[in-house]
């Protein structure tokens, strides 16, 4: 009972302290590609335990819903928290956009960011056109020290005063210098395809994304494996006001993943086999309470299942979660850069 009381009060504390930074347009990377790295081989570096999940929720920025907002604006934007006596969670993005003489832009954006297969950064450098009718076309490189790690990113995205939006992007992983590896290289180009969108329904607001990591074949040649990975992920959400002042949202997303390690020979790494599926939903209710004062709630099922074999097929490892929280609170803005937002 002190171990759960405690979390609880570590949680409210963490909430109450990280409100000052948090920022709903890191909330989750909905409308950013996520394509394959390789550092996914290895996994993730820290484990999940029985409080895991509700300590990265209580990070999130609060309310968790209502707050898809897109194109990302230029700014610095993060929230994090402690989970664990050694174990950060952190998410955080940095963008920034000169524009040049006419219609053409230079843009920066840096994300920290932390999925199922571990921790990642993305160093993105590019330059973009505003087109004709709404429309914006980019080329970005996630710029790394190694050059045959270096992905190339196109992106076109089109957006009216109305709030309607599209973005779609391909992004090849490694593909430039692919040659150059020294240690593994594709056997088959990898690509992510994603496209995401908000269409208005009259005073509603329906939106959603996909993004699908096309089949990966990378073979080493230092540690002597084959490797092979697929991944689709997608949500869909829905913003309704139901009364003045009031205001409700649902979302639902999906993931899966498989993945498979053939050792071909070395004693380094050994054959694996994961399959991993996940699926969420949240709904969520807010009330304009003051003009400076936001009243929220809602509910969220979570669902994590993963199975992952070794050489033998002996069970490894198996990890399913079932979470069922419920959370709740209250936000006062002091002007438009510096909010406080309590919440349990």
């Known amino acids: 009972m ?25 909330a989750a990377d909905w409308w950013e590609p996520q394509p394959f790295r390789q550092a996914a081989i290895d996994g993730r570096q820290f484990s999940y335990n029985a409080e895991s ?3 990265r929720f209580t990070f999130e920025p609060a309310p968790a819903l209502g707050s898809r907002g897109w194109p990302l604006p230029d700014g610095i934007f993060g929230t994090g928290g402690s989970t664990r006596s ?6 955080q993005q940095i963008q920034l956009t000169a524009d040049f003489d006419g219609s053409g832009y230079f843009r920066y954006r840096f994300r920290r960011f932390e999925d199922f297969d571990g921790r990642y950064d993305s160093n993105l450098v590019g330059f973009g056109a505003t087109l004709a009718n ?9 710029v790394e020290g190694a050059k045959e790690t270096i992905d190339v ?3 076109l995205a089109w957006g009216d005063g109305a709030g309607n939006r599209f973005h779609a992007a391909i992004v090849a992983p490694d593909t430039l210098f692919n040659d150059k590896q020294r240690e593994a290289r594709f056997d088959r180009q990898p690509y992510t ?3 995401a969108g908000a269409r208005r329904l009259g005073n509603a607001v329906a939106y959603g994304f996909a993004n699908y990591n096309d089949p990966v074949r990378l073979n080493d040649n230092v540690r002597d494996f084959s490797y092979r990975y697929e991944q689709g ?3 869909v959400g829905l913003d309704v006001p139901i009364a003045p002042r009031w205001e409700s949202s649902v979302e639902v997303e999906g993931l899966y993943t498989t993945r498979r390690l053939d050792d071909r020979g070395g004693e380094e790494v050994p054959d694996q086999r994961l399959r991993r599926r996940h699926n969420q939903v949240t709904g969520e209710l807010r009330h304009g309470y003051g003009p400076a004062t936001d009243l929220w709630g809602g509910v969220r099922y979570f669902r994590l299942m993963e199975r992952d074999r070794g050489a033998a097929g002996d069970p490894l490892d ?3 979660r079932r979470e069922r929280m419920v959370y709740g609170g209250v936000t006062w803005r002091f002007n438009e850069r510096m909010q406080f937002a309590p919440g349990v």
């Open 2 to 26: 002190g171990e759960a009381v405690t979390s609880a009060l570590r949680a409210v504390l963490a909430a109450c302290v990280g409100a000052f930074i948090m920022a709903e347009h890191v």
């Open 53 to 55: 999940f509700l300590h």
């Open 86 to 91: 050694d174990e950060l969670y952190t998410r």
């Open 134 to 142: 709404g429309w914006m076309a980019s080329l970005y490189g996630d």
């Open 153 to 155: 990113r196109f992106d």
């Open 193 to 195: 395809f994603y496209v």
């Open 233 to 235: 992920r997608g949500g």
């Open 318 to 320: 198996r990890h399913e």
